[in-house]
C-alpha cells in the first residue's frame, strides 16, 4: 500500500475492549476512528475477556474504522490476539513496544496465515527503537504507519512530557516514516485531561511538525482533536492547486516524478500525496462523514 491508499482519520478514540458499554459508547462518539484495547488497559485476568469482546465486535461489522492494538510480541497473548482478530473488519492492529524487525515479521506471518488483509502499525516505547526506527520502519509490507508511544519512552529516557529529547523522537519518527514510505504517523495521547488549550497548543505543533491525526483516550478530548485536524479552507485550496497545476503539466513531463510549473514552483511527490490526502479528508467531511465510501 502507498501513502496514498493509506486511512487517514483525524482521531482515534481508545477504549478498554473488555468493557461492552464503554465500547458502545466509543462508537456513539464523535471519533473519526476506535481503537480496541487489549493491552495497558486491561488487567491480565482480563485479557481473555478483552480478546473475545474484541472478536465479537468485529464480527459484527463495526459502524466506524476499527483497530485493536494488541499486547507486545513479547508477551503471552500476542499470538492468542492477533488469531482472535484477524477479521475483515479489521483495518490494523496495533503493536506496542516494539524493538526488532522480527517481532513485526513474526505478527506479519500470523495475518498471513488467517488470511487477513489488515496493516500493522507500530509503536516504539524505548531509545532503543528510536535508534533503530528506520529498520523497524523497513521490516514488512504489511507496515502501514510507525509511531511513538511517549509514556513508555519518556520513563525510558527518563525525560518530562515536553521537552527536546522528546522533540526530537516526534520529529523522527516524522523523518523515519517519509523516507520509509509509509503514511504520516500520527500523533499519541495527550494525558492531561482537563487541559483543553494544552491539548489544542499541543495538537496544532503536531500536525505543524507532519502528524496527521491523534490518539485519545477519553470522548471530551475529541472536539479539539477533529477542529485541528479538519482541513482548513486555506488547506483545501492549496492543495486543490497543487494537484491541478500538476495535472496541467503532466503532460509535458517526460522521465521526471518532478514537476516544475510555468511559475517555476518545484512539485515532488511527498508534496502530491499530502495534497491528496487533504483533499480526500475534506471531501469526507463534505459528504457528512470522515469515512472512506
Not at 475492549?17 to 464503554?22: D, F, I, L, T
Not at 479552507?233 to 497545476?245: H, M
Request: net charge negative; glycine share 4%.
Amino acid at each position: 500500500m502507498s501513502i496514498n491508499d493509506s486511512r487517514t482519520y483525524r482521531s482515534y478514540l481508545y477504549v478498554p475492549a473488555h468493557k461492552p458499554s464503554v465500547v458502545e459508547k466509543a462508537y456513539a462518539s464523535e471519533a473519526d476512528a476506535i481503537v480496541l484495547d487489549l493491552e495497558d488497559a486491561v488487567p491480565a485476568e482480563r485479557k481473555t475477556d478483552a480478546r473475545l469482546q474484541a472478536a465479537a465486535v468485529l464480527a459484527s461489522g463495526p459502524p466506524k474504522p476499527t483497530y485493536v492494538r494488541v499486547n507486545p510480541a513479547s508477551s503471552p497473548w500476542c499470538r492468542d490476539d492477533v488469531e482472535a482478530i484477524a477479521q475483515p473488519s479489521l483495518v490494523a492492529l496495533r503493536l506496542p513496544k516494539c524493538d526488532g524487525p522480527e517481532e513485526i515479521r513474526t505478527v506479519a506471518s500470523w495475518l498471513d496465515q488467517a488470511q487477513c488483509p489488515a496493516r500493522i502499525q507500530i509503536l516504539i516505547e524505548s531509545a532503543y527503537g528510536i535508534e533503530t526506527a528506520y529498520q523497524l520502519a523497513t521490516a514488512s509490507a504489511r507496515l502501514d504507519r510507525i509511531g511513538v508511544g511517549e509514556s513508555d519512552l519518556r520513563a525510558d529516557l527518563q525525560v518530562g512530557v515536553d521537552n527536546l529529547t522528546l522533540e526530537y523522537c516526534r520529529a523522527r519518527c516524522v523523518v523515519v516514516s517519509r523516507a520509509a514510505g509509509l503514511a504520516a504517523p500520527i500523533q499519541t495521547v495527550y494525558h492531561t485531561l482537563n487541559d483543553l488549550d494544552g491539548l489544542r497548543e499541543s495538537t496544532r505543533r503536531a500536525k505543524a511538525m507532519g502528524f496527521v491525526g491523534r490518539f485519545v483516550f477519553h470522548p471530551s478530548q475529541l472536539p479539539v482533536i477533529n477542529e485541528v485536524f479538519t482541513p482548513s479552507e486555506a488547506e483545501v485550496r492549496t492543495a486543490r492547486g497543487v494537484l491541478d497545476a500538476v495535472a496541467s503539466a503532466a503532460g509535458e513531463q517526460t522521465a521526471s516524478s518532478v514537476y516544475v510549473l510555468p511559475d517555476g514552483r518545484v512539485i515532488a511527490p511527498p508534496l502530491i500525496a499530502n495534497a491528496r490526502v487533504t483533499l480526500a479528508l475534506a471531501e469526507q467531511l463534505a459528504r457528512g462523514s470522515p469515512h472512506p465510501a
